[in-house]
């Protein structure tokens, strides 16, 4: 970093010794769209937790509609900068770049834009960012092992300019982690599992679960199976209709409650009613409540054909509740595994159903739920320190042993 350049960092409401410093840090997030998705909901989480004297962040997006966090966002003193992708690569860039000279010194640009983050990476290291992140979310392994000749071109340029310009790379999961930086990615010492943290103090205390189902507009006695997602083609909505009209079949009293909103939501919706399911399936949009909803549920069903890591399934965990997962997700994911049981997406409904309802009993009470979240590698008070001192490092790409919180390797499930 240049001279007088490192800050001190700080968590709001208690001090974290990382970098001595003289003026605050600022830190670039690049991302698509702040809506209620998960590294979004981490990115918040991490945002309110930080003493923005010490830290500032600053969000750079690539969609010009407007995000479920935006309000907050500019409420707390940090930037909403529209950059749009439209127009091509040569006008990104040139977007880009004027941010980087307009609104900056940056310290720190943290791209989450999956295998484009190199090229946004190669961009801040012209404009002189000396902290360049990488972070991988998701697993697409199997999609790109498909990919056309076009694609296999850009994903060989974005690998390359990600090993030339990023001075770290994080990734929620192995399988996240192989699918950014390739299946060697831990020959690489800048490259590393990096868990995001959870906030879990929104589970303690007393829940009312009968509030919840009169606010969803479900009977108190009825079988909720929830879900908590995007609608797209990788939550797999389609199975989890079919997997909620068996279960009808075996359980009159099954309800099944989406949470959520994304641009498949209409054809869900075309498929419930199609399905004679249109009355028994609660369309919840997209909730800024969700640790208040998850204990209205009975079981928590996710099919999802493939995941990086899904944090909601760490507040699932949290909140005590029994949890049917895909067995395509890595299960790095798994902290509290008497509650989970698992199915592959391409098992039949009836196998789906029948595990849910078995499951209805594994439900662990909601104090010992959030204890064993808070001691996990997933708390966010043992993940905010090694980010940060990653931010405040002096010599990029260059660092000890790992912290808590982060891991050189991990299972890929």
């Not at 599992?193 to 969803?216: K, N, Q, S």
Request: charged share 25%.
């Amino acid at each position: 970093m240049p001279p007088g350049a490192l800050p001190g960092v700080a968590l709001a409401g208690r001090s974290v010794d990382v970098v001595r410093a003289v003026t605050a840090l600022r830190v670039l997030h690049v991302v698509a769209q702040m809506n209620r998705g998960g590294v979004e909901t981490w990115l918040m989480q991490v945002l309110r937790n930080l003493d923005p004297a010490s830290v500032r962040m600053d969000f750079l997006v690539t969609l010009a509609e407007p995000g479920d966090y935006d309000a907050e966002i500019r409420a707390r003193g940090s930037g909403m900068i529209p950059c749009e992708l439209r127009g091509g690569a040569a006008r990104f860039a040139w977007r880009f770049l004027a941010v980087l000279r307009e609104r900056g010194p940056f310290h720190v640009v943290h791209s989450h834009e999956h295998h484009f983050s190199g090229f946004i990476l190669a961009l801040a290291r012209r404009a002189g960012v000396p902290i360049r992140i990488a972070h991988g979310h998701t697993d697409t392994r199997d999609l790109d092992a498909t990919a056309g000749p076009r694609r296999r071109l850009y994903l060989a340029l974005m690998r390359a300019a990600l090993r030339r310009f990023a001075t770290h790379g994080f990734a929620v999961s192995a399988p996240a982690a192989a699918a950014l930086f390739g299946p060697r990615w831990e020959d690489d010492a800048r490259w590393e599992v990096a868990r995001c943290g959870i906030d879990f103090g929104a589970f303690r205390g007393p829940a009312d679960r009968a509030e919840v189902r009169r606010d969803l507009g479900v009977p108190a006695s009825a079988l909720v199976l929830g879900h908590v997602g995007r609608f797209d083609p990788l939550k797999n909505h389609a199975l989890l209709l079919r997997i909620a009209a068996e279960t009808l079949r075996r359980d009159s009293r099954t309800v099944l409650v989406l949470v959520g909103d994304g641009p498949l939501r209409a054809a869900v919706e075309s498929d419930a009613t199609r399905l004679g399911l249109r009355e028994r399936v609660v369309f919840a949009g997209s909730r800024p409540d969700v640790p208040r909803l998850l204990p209205g549920f009975d079981v928590f069903v996710f099919p999802s054909i493939r995941e990086g890591l899904p944090l909601v399934v760490l507040e699932a965990q949290a909140a005590g509740l029994p949890i049917v997962l895909s067995d395509g997700i890595t299960r790095e994911v798994v902290v509290i595994p008497e509650l989970f049981a698992a199915r592959s997406p391409a098992d039949a409904p009836e196998a789906w159903a029948e595990t849910v309802l078995s499951s209805v009993t594994r439900r662990v009470p909601v104090e010992d739920a959030v204890a064993a979240m808070e001691r996990s590698e997933f708390s966010l008070s043992r993940t905010l320190a090694p980010l940060l001192e990653v931010y405040g490092s002096p010599e990029p790409g260059v660092r000890g042993a790992s912290p808590a919180g982060y891991a050189r390797s991990g299972s890929a499930g």
